[in-house]
């Protein structure tokens, strides 16, 4: 199956046509698609089949801040592709048009649209989504261009970008340097400083058992990379996993590194060769280089073992919950754990050399700052947050040992905030404590009833015998019944009361859950071409862990 669009449409909030793009076919007219659409019921799926119109069309739709975009294909094409395209042409429009997107920008840039649409997708098939290469040939003709091509000066030339120059228009053009043709990377690049900065970003994902056994521990990373460097440079970026050696260093990469996806830039034969090498030729700027997933469960959870003390899972921040506290079961307790002993700390923070240089990673540190010397890790932004049930009236007699913590009643959500001024010594435990009030009519009334109930049946039975010592009897017996009765219905509406899970977020600067490091990056000068003799480019690392409410913990 090939990627085959025969129309593009675009919709404001209120459905109605912005743009409509023919590319081949007879597609349908953008008042009977939309009709057609919204007669769907809601939530609609990304893919619909409108087999009320003729011809029978198949709908692709993605929704971008208040704009709809929707393409048709009348034939069996790869759905997942034409999404994509849909999102990518959403994010070209940006870099031409300015972040937001919106529906007078593209109706007073319409033939900056138009060239786009063309470019990007020839007679339906998509061809070119890259934007360097988009603007090589998409010319971009400004208010001051049209004013000196009236007075007969050229005034129309191709992008340069959102720091673009009028007046080169008046300047003669220079032609491109002879070479291969790199369409994610611009011709004739120029920067005053090389620099070259890297950052990992992990998301973590946990999920405990009420065991305390995890169940599921994933972390998804991303590779971003900025490339501020004159010409056409040729990188090599090394990466390096915990418990690799020389000879097993492969297979460590192979399964810390799963699923990963690349930058079209990556030379995948150097991957697979050499798992870990990321050769490549970078665009312009800041991009993705590559995306990853990491399994950080220590062991199967089909096996009774427990893992070894190398396997356990380290996490800088574990949260518990004890529900149903106290004579009524109305209180609960929360703790968290903090600990800052990151694991692979020791290689970390003891490295002080430069952050300059084109040798060995081993120059490369984490931080931003200007002394080149590389930090410890750092836990911020520690959150723990319970959610409650509905039911929940208020909590009330929040104690927390460290920070504070709010109740809000609209989410039914209490978030304790832990600050973390120092982040090497942070480690210990804190705990919140607080009280649940559920409605105002409450298990107390449904109490009272039976209670009284039950009394008026005492009464009955004592006036009928007509015995004292029977009806003092009876009396106590029914008030047993009726206490443990009513305690037992007590602690029943207080237990559907309590939260049923607990979860943290924070972040970790200068630390990867996956343990993944950069080992190298390494320009080379014989490949790369424009890049001039003896520059050594600045280069800088970082890492960061980000977890959005990702360690959780179930209770019940």
């Not at 959102?162 to 003669?172: I, M, Y």
């Not at 096996?303 to 529900?323: C, E, G, H, I, N």
């Amino acid at each position: 199956m090939s990627v085959a669009v025969d129309a593009l449409y675009i919709f404001d909030d209120h459905h109605n046509c912005v743009l409509e793009h023919v590319y081949n076919g007879r597609p349908p007219s953008a008042q009977t698609l939309i009709s057609s659409f919204t007669s769907r019921p809601l939530p609609r799926p990304s893919i619909l089949q409108l087999s009320d119109l003729a011809p029978p069309v198949t709908a692709y739709s993605i929704s971008h801040a208040a704009l709809l975009l929707v393409a048709t294909s009348s034939k069996d094409a790869q759905s997942l592709a034409i999404l994509d395209f849909l999102y990518r042409l959403v994010d070209v429009f940006e870099d031409f048009l300015g972040c937001p997107l919106l529906a007078n920008k593209i109706e007073d840039n319409y033939e900056i649209v138009a060239q786009l649409l063309v470019e990007m997708c020839d007679g339906g098939t998509v061809c070119n989504t890259e934007p360097n290469a988009l603007r090589e040939s998409v010319e971009v003709s400004s208010v001051l261009g049209k004013l000196f091509t009236q007075v007969g000066l050229p005034g129309s030339s191709p992008a340069l970008g959102p720091a673009h120059n009028f007046s080169s228009t008046l300047r003669p053009t220079v032609t491109p340097t002879t070479g291969p043709a790199i369409p994610w990377r611009k011709s004739n690049v120029r920067h005053t400083s090389n620099e070259l900065y890297v950052d990992i970003v992990e998301s973590l994902a946990v999920v405990f058992a009420p065991s305390g056994r995890p169940l599921s521990a994933r972390s998804h990373g991303s590779i971003a990379f900025t490339a501020k460097i004159s010409g056409v440079p040729d990188l090599l970026l090394t990466l390096a996993a915990p418990g690799g050696t020389n000879s097993d260093k492969n297979s460590e990469i192979l399964r810390t590194v799963q699923l990963p996806v690349f930058h079209p830039c990556v030379r995948l034969a150097r991957w697979k060769d050499s798992p870990g090498e990321l050769s490549f030729v970078p665009p312009d700027g800041r991009f993705m280089l590559a995306g990853y997933e990491t399994d950080l469960m220590p062991s199967s959870l089909n096996t009774d073992q427990p893992p070894s003390k190398s396997d356990k899972l380290f996490l800088p921040a574990t949260v518990d919950l004890r529900p149903g506290l106290g004579a009524s079961g109305t209180e609960f307790e929360a703790r968290l754990t903090l600990n800052t002993n990151f694991p692979g700390v020791s290689s970390m923070g003891k490295s002080s050399t430069s952050r300059s240089g084109s040798g060995p990673i081993s120059s490369l540190s984490f931080g931003g700052g200007s002394s080149g010397h590389s930090h410890a890790p750092s836990l911020e932004a520690i959150m723990v947050t319970i959610p409650f049930p509905g039911d929940v009236r208020s909590v009330t007699e929040l104690k927390p040992s460290r920070g504070e913590a709010n109740f809000n009643t609209f989410d039914k959500v209490i978030e304790w905030k832990v600050p973390t001024k120092d982040g090497a010594s942070i480690n210990g435990v804190a705990t919140l404590t607080g009280t649940v009030a559920g409605p105002l009519a409450s298990a107390d009334a449904e109490d009272d009833q039976f209670e009284a109930a039950e009394v008026g049946k005492s009464n009955t039975m004592a006036g009928y015998y007509e015995d004292d010592t029977v009806a003092n009897r009876s009396e106590k017996q029914q008030t047993t019944v009726n206490g443990n009765n009513g305690a037992t219905k007590k602690a029943h509406a207080n237990r559907a009361l309590m939260p049923r899970s607990i979860a943290v977020s924070f972040n970790v600067k200068g630390w990867l859950a996956s343990g993944i490091k950069v080992d190298g990056l390494v320009v080379d000068v014989k490949k790369s071409k424009g890049l001039g003799d003896g520059v050594r480019p600045y280069k800088g690392v970082k890492y960061l862990t980000v977890s959005r409410q990702g360690v959780e913990r179930r209770v019940s």
